[in-house]
Each structure stands twice: as C-alpha cells, then as structure tokens.
C-alpha cells in the first residue's frame, strides 16, 4: 500500500529540501492539526513529493499509530521522500517553529486571556479551526471518492459514517475498518486495472 520510490533520492528531495518545507509549515499551519494536515498535503503533493493516493496511505496509517498522529504522519513522509534523514529533518523542521511559537502564544495567552478585548478574537480563532478541520474532511472525502471507481467508495463512506456515529470508540471503528480490508480486500483497492504498481517501486 505504501511504497518508497527510488527517485526519491533525486535533487529536491534531500533532508534540507524536507527540513525547509516543514519548517514553513510549522511556523505557518495555525489552527491544529487539520490545519497542519492541509498544508501538508498541498506542500507534498505540489512538490511530487508524494501523490494524493500515497499522503492517504500516510493519514491512514498515522491513524493506525498510537500517540501524536501528526508527528507519526510527519514521519511517514519523511521517510517516504528521503529515507531516515527525511524523517529526522521532517521532524526537527516541524517541532521547532512550532514549539518556539507555542511558548511564546503561552506568555502571551496567559497576559491577554482576563482580558475583555480578547474574547472575542479567541473565538474567531476556535472559529477558524473548526473550518480547517472541515476543510480537510471535504479534500480527503473528496481524494478518497474519486480513486474509488463507481460508487463502491461513496457507499463504504456511508457505511462507516455511520458506524461512528453508532458506536463511540475510534478505535473499535479502526478495528472495523481493519477487519473489513482483510476479509474482503477488493473493496477498498483504489487503482484501476490499467494502473499496475510503477516499474522500480519498491516497499
């Protein structure tokens, strides 16, 4: 499901190219972790990093993961562009701006927070998270319907909707999830025929 091309040692895609672009995305994805799986996915898939098909094999397999999700997804595509040294630059460039910045939103929060002025701006910031986080569910349903052909995918989206709404552990919905695509693993085999696996991809 998820395979490391060897074109991904070419120029563009070394541990300083990863470094760089996940620094600016540490320093800029305000509004959680929606807001940073956006940036993600544009900055990936923008630079050919990673196709759409591979940064969902990353989001679900983070899933998969206990702990930060978005750290285990940062990861994942660091190694996917560049082996360990994109991991370790993947992270070193997410976690600093972002740690450097959240101290700094700390001291300030605790300054501001009593205040009255600041009501309101607060909101509109729980606001405009909530609109990543929409955002993001609307740009991965729609990724994951159209790889799937007919309307096998619109029908599997419904089907574990509402298993969630249904039953309050994430985790027994993974499960299911899981189970399902060992049992019948057609179901969710998003390429074509005519795609078979590219000629020197290796897992």
């Given amino acids: ?23 600016r995305i540490g320093a800029t994805a305000f509004g959680g972790g929606s807001a940073t799986i956006v940036a ?38 660091g190694r996917q562009v560049c082996g360990v040294r994109g ?24 300054a501001v927070s009593g205040s009255a002025l600041a009501t309101t701006p607060l909101r509109c910031v729980a606001g405009v998270a909530a609109g990543f986080a929409v955002a993001l569910a609307v740009a991965l349903l729609r990724d994951t319907l159209k790889r799937s052909p007919m309307i096998r ?9 509402a298993l969630a709404l249904v039953v309050a552990n994430p985790l027994l919905v993974l499960l299911a999830a899981i189970a399902a695509g060992v049992a019948v693993p057609a179901i969710f085999d998003t390429r074509k025929p005519s795609e078979p696996g590219e000629a020197g991809d290796e897992y």
């Fill in 153 to 161: 995918g619109p029908l599997t989206f419904v089907a574990f909707l």
């Fill in 1 to 23: 499901m998820f395979r490391r091309r060897k074109v991904n040692q070419d120029a563009g895609r070394g541990g300083l190219a990863v470094f760089s672009c996940f620094v």
């Fill in 87 to 110: 991991m370790l630059a993947a992270a070193l460039g997410m976690l600093a701006p972002s740690v450097a910045i959240t101290l700094g939103l700390a001291e300030l929060y605790d």
């Fill in 40 to 77: 993600m996915r544009q900055a990936v898939t923008s630079r050919g990093w990673l196709t759409e098909q591979q940064f969902l094999d990353t989001v679900v397999l983070s899933r998969l993961t206990p702990g930060i999700t978005i750290l285990a997804q940062v990861l994942l595509i």
